[in-house]
C-alpha cells in the first residue's frame, strides 16, 4: 500500500469511530462524517492498484536464537543502521548527498517494518514508493537495495576492481554508512542475509562479514587529487567517460565525468587535443587500479 492510500485508510478508520459515537439524533453531524466517510472511500478506491516491494534482513550469530527471536538491544541498533544506509545510498543515486548535513529525502526514503522474517531471525521491509529510475522495471529504492546487496556480496567473494565499480556510483558518505551498518554486526559477531525479490547474498560465516567491513574501511577506500598535464582525446557524452593522452609514451588516462558535470560534451567543444592540465579525483579500493573522475570544469587549466 502507498504513503496516500495508507493515510487515506487511516482516515476512514478515524471516521468511522467517529461516526459510531455520534448519536442517531443528531441528524446534522451524522450527515457531514457520512459524506467524508464516501468521499474517502471512493478515493481510496480509485488509486492504481500498487504491488509493495519486499526486502528481508535476516541475522545469524551471537544475538540469534534460531527462528526464535534476537536481542533487542542488537535488534534496534542493526535495523536503524540498515535504514541510514539504505536512506544515504538513495540519495547517492538521487545525486543529492553531500559530504555533510542532513541526508536529502529521508522522510521520502523510509523502510517499514512489515513483519518479523524466519529462517534465522529478521525483519520484513516495505520498500518506499518511488518514481521510475534510469533502469527499465525498477525504482530508485530497488536500486538502493540492489546496491547494497551488491556492496555485501563483491566485499565478500569479489575483486578490489569490482568492489571499487560499485563505490564509484555512489558517494563515499553512502558507503560509510553501509560499512557502519557491518560494523555493527561485526562487534556483536553476528552475519546477515539479505534478499529482494529474485536476488539475495547470505554471508556464509562471521568471518566472511569481517572481511567485507575491512574492506570498506577508510583506510582501505584510498582517496587523493592528482594532475596531469596532456590532451584531452574526447568525451563519450551518454557514457561520461574521457581519454586524456599524457606527453611522449606515458600513455593514456581513462576516466569519467562527474555528474556535476551538466553537459560533457562541452568538453569535446572546448578542450579537445589542447595542452592542458588537469586535475582528477582518483580512487582505488586495495590493491584494485586507480579510477579517475573529472569533478568539475574549474579543474581543467590551458
Known sequence: MTNEALFIASEIKELEVLLASVPAENLIERMSLETRLANAREALAVLPAQVSQKARLTFRGRPVIGSYGIAADFGAKATGAFSDAFAAIAAALSDGLQDMGPIPDR????????????????????????????????????????????????????????????????????VRKVHEFLEILVQQQAWCTLELEDRSFRFSD????????????????????ESYQGELQGVLPASRTFEFKLPGDEGIIKGKVDKAVADPDVLNREWLHKPTTVTLHVMQVGQGRPRFTLMKLDDLKS
Request: hydrophobic residues 35%; glycine residues 4%; aromatic residues 6%.
Open 107 to 174: 522522510s521520502k526514503n523510509q523502510l517499514l517494518i512489515t513483519g518479523t522474517a524466519i529462517g534465522s531471525f529478521g525483519f520484513e521491509f516495505e520498500l518506499p514508493a518511488a518514481q521510475p529510475s534510469l533502469f527499465p522495471d525498477t525504482t530508485k529504492a530497488q536500486e538502493a537495495v540492489e546496491t547494497i546487496e551488491s556492496l555485501f556480496r563483491l566485499t565478500a567473494t569479489g575483486s578490489d576492481d569490482e568492489v571499487a565499480e560499485v563505490i564509484e556510483e555512489v558517494h563515499p558518505r553512502a
Open 206 to 225: 562471521y568471518e566472511q562479514i569481517k572481511t567485507s567491513s575491512e574492506r570498506l574501511r577508510d583506510d582501505n577506500i584510498q582517496e587523493r587529487e
